[in-house]
């Protein structure tokens, strides 16, 4: 298997883009289906980012509570993570990427999702062998282009993001079967082991996976890139997985007319007005619920008890704030 450092990592670049750097690593993007970026924030602005997305997996998101969701066992996902810190935003936008993603995607593309998680260390293999699905394969007969961009941020030892070099832009996107995974041709895994601020970019159609056994926590970042006026399968629909990007006024200074085409400025291809989720939630969510109700009573009631007291004993009230 070869590894990240067997596919050419340049160390270094400032934040203007070279059309020389870009083009090679264009090519190299449309020959393997993925390329390694060189290093494309300052330590300050990773370190905010590591800051910013570990307040995130402080605890599960609930109430007034902010955090992370869980919908599966082995990762905690954090979205939108362009909310968070400027050093996100910054990424999403970086001249070479544009540069990059350009001549790959072509005029049209934009950023269609910005999320990260949190892989929880395991031995199970649940995350197989797959290409991304996310446009409508009924209706487009075309396979479509769409590129991740994705950074880690944390060392990544085990559990990389592994990727069979070559296979991009030849099959539709889907999970594999067990008989097509035993054709695959393993001499070309690369397997993408990094330290904190790793960043790569990969087609979504190439063989992907992440790597087994994850042996320590990881965490990481992928943007989705791709024309927002490609219909977006169903699934997707229902759960407005695309929907516009949710961005923060204090990180959107100083954005160029391109910068904010690629953000998404102004369309809504993919707005559903008053959007809410098809499905139930859980009974656990409505035992929540319940429960959130009678202490928020059971508040009140101790506080009125107390106050009573406090006259009652002549006593001043306790300033809460
Ligand atoms: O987490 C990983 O390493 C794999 C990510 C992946 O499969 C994806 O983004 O589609």
Redesign the pocket.
């Given at each position: 298997m070869r590894n990240l450092r067997e596919i050419n990592l340049p160390t270094n670049f400032s934040s203007k883009a070279r059309p020389a750097d870009a083009n090679r690593l264009a090519t190299e993007l449309e020959q393997n289906g993925v390329v390694a970026l060189p290093s494309l924030l300052t330590d300050e602005q990773l370190r905010g980012m590591q800051h910013a997305f570990a307040a995130k997996l402080k605890r599960l998101r609930w109430n007034q509570f902010d955090g992370y969701q869980r919908t599966e066992p082995y990762r905690l996902m954090v979205e939108d993570v362009l909310l968070l810190d400027q050093g996100f935003v910054d990424l999403a936008i970086h001249p070479l990427v544009q540069e990059i993603l350009s001549r790959y995607l072509g005029a049209n593309y934009e950023l269609t999702e910005a999320k990260g998680w949190k892989?929880l260390p395991t031995k199970k293999d649940f995350?197989g062998w797959?290409g991304?699905m996310w446009y409508d394969q009924n209706v487009e007969t075309q396979i479509h282009r769409e590129i991740?961009l994705a950074m880690y941020l944390t060392d990544v030892r085990s559990g990389a993001?592994n990727v069979i070099k070559g296979t991009h832009q030849q099959q539709h996107p889907h999970n594999l079967k067990r008989a097509e995974i035993k054709d695959l041709p393993m001499d070309r895994r690369i397997e993408l082991k990094g330290p904190a601020g790793t960043a790569f970019l990969f087609d979504?159609t190439v063989i992907?996976?992440?790597g087994v056994p994850m042996l320590e926590p990881r965490q990481?970042i992928?943007y989705a890139y791709h024309d927002p006026r490609v219909r977006i399968q169903d699934e997707d629909v229902y759960y407005n997985r695309y929907h516009p990007l949710l961005l923060n006024a204090a990180f959107l200074g100083g954005l160029s007319p391109e910068d904010q085409r690629v953000l998404g400025f102004g369309n809504k291809t993919n707005f559903q007005p008053a959007f809410t989720r098809h499905e139930d939630p859980p009974f656990i969510y409505r035992a929540y619920c319940a429960s959130l109700g009678i202490s928020l009573r059971w508040e009140q009631f101790c506080e009125r008890m107390t106050a009573r007291w406090r006259r009652i004993l002549g006593k001043q009230p306790a300033n809460r704030y």
């Open positions: 892989s995350h797959h991304d991740k993001f979504t992907h996976r992440q990481a992928f």
